[in-house]
């Protein structure tokens, strides 16, 4: 997720779809028209049902292929830094890309940082996919029913706080055998010497223009941009 994005780690997606698509039908299957009544058909009847539906199909099969693969180790740090250690506040709109195996997710994102709380919220396809509440002790999430449950809050928070907070901040997290390489444009987090994440910015401070996060290890591509303030 994670912005912040969002890898899913379920390596069945077809299955999930699938599955999903059955239920789906058979809770809207019309019913038997009776005599001299005209049948409508569910589809136009129910536009809300058609995007949650589009919403489930989309973030399922989204960052995983349709075939079966087998999965990817994940021994990620996953990074849980405190508010108060980005030290400063920030409060902006977002628009989010996510890009994994030749699929594409756009949503919107709101942004907000205090001294005691990190606050993010995903909108998309008419509808709020998230709430994401961290404390710097406990990860609050409220979430869309049609939001699978593969994609964590906790991957969400790690990739927003490895792409925006102090390098100093990061470092001091990561566990043994990983470093992070910090320049004002750039930064890589590696494992020993290989690069697992490369984050590029077009800007300073970094949250306020375009940032791209680049993860190898699952794949996966999300370009993050501020809406400017309007004036």
């Known amino acids: 997720m994670d912005i912040l994005t969002i890898p899913l780690r379920s390596t069945h997606p077809t299955t999930h779809a699938v599955l999903f698509l059955a239920q ?47 999965p990817v180790p994940d021994d990620r740090p996953l990074l849980a830094l405190s508010p108060v250690s980005f030290a400063g506040s920030l409060s902006v709109q977002q628009r989010v ?26 909108l998309g396809f008419g509808t709020r996919l998230f709430t994401l509440r961290y404390d710097g002790t406990k990860l609050d999430e409220a979430r869309s029913p049609m939001l699978p449950r593969d994609v964590r809050g906790s991957d969400i928070l790690s990739d927003m ?18 470093s992070l390489r910090d320049a004002p444009n750039a930064r890589t987090l590696l494992k020993g010497a290989d690069e697992i994440t490369n984050i590029t910015y077009d800007t300073m401070p970094r949250w306020k223009g375009k940032v791209t ?4 290890q699952f794949g996966y591509r999300l370009v993050i941009t501020t809406v400017p303030e309007s004036k």
């Not at 005599?35 to 536009?47: E, K, N």
């Not at 706080?161 to 990983?178: F, I, N, T």
């Not at 996060?213 to 190898?216: E, P, R, V």
């Open 97 to 122: 890309h996510v890009e994994r195996d030749g699929r594409i997710v756009d949503f919107d994102a709101v942004l907000e940082v205090s001294p005691d709380m990190v606050t993010l919220v995903a």
């Open 213 to 216: 996060l680049q993860n190898h």
């Open 24 to 70: 789906f039908s058979r809770s809207v299957a019309p019913a038997r028209p009776r005599d001299g009544v005209r049948s409508v058909h569910p589809w136009r009847v129910m536009p809300q049902l058609r995007r949650r539906l589009a919403l489930a199909l989309v973030l399922v099969t989204a960052c995983r292929g349709a075939a079966a693969a087998p």
């Open 161 to 178: 706080q490895l792409s925006l907070w102090p390098a100093d901040a990061v470092r001091a997290a990561l566990p043994s055998g990983w």
